[in-house]
């Protein structure tokens, strides 16, 4: 089993690192959407808010591993792509870390604007940069705004792949998926 990228193919740790991200993301976006909904009498008042603040610190963590990961192995090839494909590829995969930060950014200012710091699942916590009132309503609408955008962008790219993978018989997914050929 490959653990790095290779030319013709994604290692465990990329591939890992994508499916439990993007699997994540949905599911943060999910449980943002429900929350919001939820008055002070209900019992997950409390505990949704703290179990999303956690995986997006967690979250934080990973993109931040998925980058550098990135830029310390080789790309795979995608020969199977038009260059207008690999370019709109391109955009898109380094779209989604500029977005993915400033998402993360914004929460955790949420988060913090009252001075306390996000307790991290009783593990550790990272601290606040100090009390700033009002900034929970401006960093929440880019918060929100920008969950919708990268949620849109992951259907697109997840679209893209289910096309190249099914019409253009393209193995873009499935080096994202099995990683690269055994030789």
Known sequence: ??????????????????????????????????????????????????????????????????????????????????????TAAGLVHWGFYPLLLALMVSGYLISTADGRPIDVFGLFEVPSPGENKGLEDTAGAIHAWLSYVVIALAAVHAAAALKHHVIDRGRSLSRMWSGPPST
């Open 1 to 86: 089993m490959q653990i790095r990228d290779t030319t013709g193919g994604y290692g465990l740790v990329s591939r890992l690192v994508h499916w439990l991200m993007a699997l994540a993301l949905f599911a943060m976006f999910g449980l943002g959407l429900w929350m919001v909904g939820l008055d002070y009498y209900s019992p997950y008042y409390h505990a949704a808010p703290d179990l999303h603040k956690s995986v997006g610190i967690l979250l934080l963590m990973a993109l931040v591993f998925r980058f550098a990961w990135r830029l310390a192995n080789v790309r795979p090839d995608d020969h199977d792509l038009t260059p207008v494909e690999r």
